[in-house]
């Protein structure tokens, strides 16, 4: 194993255990990002080109079905649902079980023991599983498909033309695509008094080459002023038809967060992508946000801006002059 490999699996297993002791303790919202965080490391590396990549193709059959397991585990401390769900006990099969032995109760205890036993404790299942033959997973879980995703800003250091795109959708065999990006969307969180939950219905978006667009999606962020995310990262499914100029997806995005618990300047990022074919990648190729005193129940269009996103929001422009918009319907819940 090279000191790069040993030092990824390192930081990982660290962050998986960061990740199981907030879900022990009942600090459901810190085991939320850690999770989601390790997750979409996971999934990068799951994804990344051979050459580039510390792993085997097996190995990374491996890391994709860990992060379905954080994704599970994370979807299902927000579900207000007791069936079926994906337990802590569950995720616990990929760490070593002397790891969670009972330990007293009073704070220093609760703080210093873990870190403790982990100095002693052998190599944690988690890597292991990684390491080691396919079949010792305990899950019968799926990676998601590995389809290469953009980072935002990377593509604008590839060689592009939007001319390109047209006619795209015919070229290749249907055939040869990679399978469809599932969604991610989330549940519902649990009401509290006071508080306000938001649900957004994505209804539809106008582009003008709507009809050349394939495998389209809309991932949906909550980011504060630094670009930095206040919420997991939820991905729509593929969108449910196209028609003339418009993508209709009619999708319901939970937001993760109660309003009032949203930081000043905050902002909810919708990065609409789709696949190139020609390239073999998944691209962003527009986005639009919605800022906090846009927050107001009913129907709302807002405009699209050119990518690379910028989640700062200080250098936009508009995706085209055209009366093209991101359809959207927002519904406030407050007990």
Known sequence: ?????????????????????????????????EYQILARHLQKEAQAQHNNSEFTEEQKKTIGKIATCLELRSAALQSTQSQEEFKLEDLKKLEPSNYWKPIRLDMKHILIAPLQRRQKSRTPLFLKNILTYNKEFPFDVQPVPLRRILAPGEEENLEFEEDEEEGGAGAGSPDSFPARVPGTLLPRLPSEPGMTLLTIRIEKIGLKDAGQCIDPYITVSVKDLNGIDLTPVQDTPVAAR????????????????????LTKGAA????????????????????????MDEIKPGPIVIELYKKPTDFKRKKLQLLTKKPLYLHLHQTLHKE
């Open 1 to 33: 194993m090279s000191e790069v490999t040993r030092s990824l699996l390192q930081r990982w297993g660290a962050s998986f255990r960061r990740g199981a002791d907030f879900d022990s303790w009942g600090q459901l919202v810190e085991a939320i990002d």
């Open 242 to 261: 196209k028609e003339d100029t418009y993508v209709h997806f009619n999708v319901d995005i939970e937001l993760q967060k109660h309003v009032e618990k």
């Open 268 to 291: 909810i990022f919708f990065e609409f992508k789709h696949y190139k074919p020609k390239k073999r990648f998944t691209s962003t190729k527009c986005f639009a946000f919605m800022e």
